[in-house]
């Protein structure tokens, strides 16, 4: 049931930063979008990003959000704003996530607004590996700055097994 809405949210969402892409033939009034250029500019922002967990800087960490973001972190509720973000950075560093490794897949969208699409691996102490998914992140511009405004991820393992059946 859930992976058909999700089928359709991520269509809806696709959908509109393709409109968002397309000038439909009529000439922009401004310089067009270069998402190259936006794309390295998200790279860099990511480095710097998943470099606070070594450090356990959350203010920087909720700083690469705008103050409305939102993150939708996987079995768990929607969380908005800087202070909920900030919460959510200090558990996983209390958890051990020592460095986030992101793979910017791709970006696509327009002036304002452009959606990441990529690759994440948590990593702990030493470099472990903790974890392996893939995110979607709808960066917007506030004065003249990308900054992250929706965030969402899960994970590439397999749900851990059910727990055994009570004996009745």
Not at 110 to 127: C, H, N
Request: include cysteine; charged fraction near 20%; proline fraction near 7%.
């Amino acid at each position: 049931m859930l992976l058909p809405a999700c089928t359709i949210c991520l269509l809806a969402l696709s959908s509109l930063f393709s409109s968002c892409n397309s000038d439909g033939g009529k000439s922009t009034s401004g310089p067009a979008l270069n998402l190259d250029s936006v794309k390295a500019t998200i790279d860099a922002s990511n480095k710097a990003y998943g470099a606070c967990f070594a450090t356990g800087d959350s203010v920087k960490f909720a700083g690469f959000y705008t103050a409305d973001a939102c993150i939708n972190p996987p079995n768990m509720p929607r969380m908005c704003g800087t202070q909920a973000i900030t919460a959510f950075f200090s558990g996983g560093y209390k958890m051990g996530i020592r460095n986030i490794k992101l793979t910017v897949e791709e970006v696509i969208g327009g002036d304002g607004s452009v959606a990441e699409i990529g690759k994440y691996e948590l990593m702990g102490d030493k470099d472990a590996s903790m974890d392996k998914g893939k995110y979607i992140v709808v960066w917007k511009q506030v004065e003249g700055k990308w900054k992250m405004h929706r965030d969402e991820w899960n994970s590439d393992n397999p749900c851990p097994p059910p727990p055994p059946a009570e004996k009745k």
